[in-house]
């Protein structure tokens, strides 16, 4: 069977669109190591697609935030291999699809693959959920000159 990721980019500039296009290219790489199912990525310019369809601003559950810059609001709407993950700006969708590999099973602990749980298998009664989250994260630094050692 064929799984569709979609790139939905319309009105995005070229830096946004390679946000939306890591994302899903993040997606296939995860899904595809636990399923034999082959999962193609495509770019579109429309969100009524089959499949599953990432992009900004696509579900009408989507909250609004206080600056699309700055703050993150995400929506996961997928039932079974078909639905739409979106966020507020091309990072909230970012987010939203690790968010929906964490559902799926995946953990990510630290960078790396040493950092990373897979999921034996995906089932299909487990690709379907919702998640309609609204996070406020405003950045106010970033330090990353201390590490801690595991």
Not at 5 to 28: K, P, S, V, Y
Request: aromatic letters at 10%; proline letters at 4%; hydrophobic letters at 40%.
């Amino acid at each position: 069977m064929i799984w569709k990721i979609w790139a939905c980019t319309d009105g995005l500039n070229e830096q946004e669109q390679q946000t939306i296009l890591f994302a899903c290219h993040e997606l296939r790489q995860y899904m595809s190591a636990v399923t034999t199912d082959s999962i193609i990525v495509m770019k579109g310019d429309s969100h009524n697609r089959d499949g599953l369809v990432l992009g900004v601003g696509l579900h009408p559950a989507l909250q609004q935030v206080k600056d699309p810059a700055l703050d993150d609001a995400i929506v996961i709407d997928v039932q079974g291999r078909s639905g739409v993950i979106t966020g507020t700006n091309p990072r909230s969708v970012l987010i939203a699809a690790y968010r929906y590999l964490r559902e799926l099973g995946f953990a990510f602990f630290r960078p790396g693959k040493q950092g990373e749980k897979y999921p034996l298998q995906l089932r299909e009664k487990e690709l379907g959920f919702d998640a309609f989250l609204a996070e406020a994260i405003e950045l106010k630094a970033l330090c990353d000159t201390y590490q801690v050692p595991f």
